[in-house]
């Protein structure tokens, strides 16, 4: 199965939300027009809150790691990288980023 563009993940999200642009990178942003996810070199990365259940599930998963968009070994604590092979997950993952820049 092909992995989800960012227009299909935004049709299973429960709030209306816009794709942009973060980094030159396709992104989801929240109504009030804040970044929650983007797609990188292939992968999902979502704002998904140290800490969270949401942040320690995702960082389990085989691959994942912390977003580190300027490859020079300072990563955004926040955002973790879903890799392509769990994108049947990446609606889960937007979803709880969606969420978490709402709290």
Known sequence: MPEPTLVDLATHLPTPVTVG??????????????????????????????????????LSLPGAHLFDPSARDRPMKDWVVIPATHSSRWPEFATAALNARRE
């Open 21 to 58: 642009a973060m980094f030159g990178k396709p992104t989801l942003k929240d109504p009030a027009g804040k970044a929650f996810a983007c797609l990188f070199n292939g992968d999902l990365a979502c704002r998904l809150v140290r800490d969270t259940d949401p942040y320690t599930t995702a």
